[in-house]
T-cell receptor, first 114, second 116 residues
């Protein structure tokens, strides 16, 4: 119930291509869905996030598509660049009485070839 | 640069040593978190502090001892660690412990711990 399933585990894309990472969840109590980007040796950084009542959110080259009925959401990176090479984690937030709990997907290692 | 500052960036310690990891934020956040991240894995929650009180301990071994001296500081005291405790230790903070919507976590860059 608390899991967020992420695929693929790794992704190789040519420069200028579209990178697509998919996530699925079960718990309908999740109330916010962020994507984190993590470079080697750094902490995860919030990239983009979406509420479950919104079907799409775009920020520059990054777009989240959200399908509430299917309990799926995805990250699209348009015109992928070598600098986008990083590990991407989808995640979902849920509020308990004492804390804001964050459940991560398993991560996707993206490599963008020059 | 991240607004959550962690020190040291790298730490090597023996199994009998006592050391501490430090975390500081000046965003006025009232919830602070410790996560552990192994290579190629997502971060795993260890502890949550809400208003300087420990609110969640995810069954972490007692060789890890958290401390929140004030609302801006979070420490993780380490003693008698095992080699399998080698990992990236991440601190994070959020505006408040509960809430909803965009009350999201901001992570620090992490402290890379190696236990020999």
């Amino acid at each position: 119930q608390q899991q967020v399933k992420q695929s693929p585990q790794s992704l190789i894309v040519q420069k200028g291509g579209i990178s697509i990472i998919n996530c699925a969840y079960e718990n309908t109590a999740f109330d916010y869905f962020p994507w984190y980007q993590q470079f080697p040796g750094k902490g995860p950084a919030l990239l983009i996030a979406i509420r479950p009542d919104v079907s799409e959110k775009k920020e520059g080259r990054f777009t989240i598509s959200f399908n509430k009925s299917a309990k799926q959401f995805s990250l699209h990176i348009m015109d992928s660049q070598p600098g986008d090479s990083a590990t991407y984690f989808c995640a979902a937030y849920i509020s308990s009485g004492s804390a804001r709990q964050l459940t991560f997907g398993s991560g996707t290692q993206l490599t963008v070839l020059p | 640069d991240t607004e959550v500052t962690q020190t040291p960036k790298h730490l090597v310690m023996g199994m009998t040593n006592k050391k501490s990891l430090k975390c500081e934020q000046h965003m006025g956040h009232r919830a602070m978190y410790w996560y552990k991240q192994k290579a190629k894995k997502p971060p795993e929650l260890m502890f949550v502090y809400s208003y300087e009180k420990l609110s969640i301990n995810e069954s972490v071994p007692s060789r890890f001892s958290p401390e929140c001296p004030n609302s801006s500081l979070l420490n993780l005291h380490l003693h008698a660690l095992q080699p399998e405790d080698s990992a990236l230790y991440l601190c994070a903070s959020s505006q408040q412990a509960g809430g909803s919507g965009a009350n999201v976590l901001t992570f620090g860059a992490g402290s890379r711990l190696t236990v020999l």
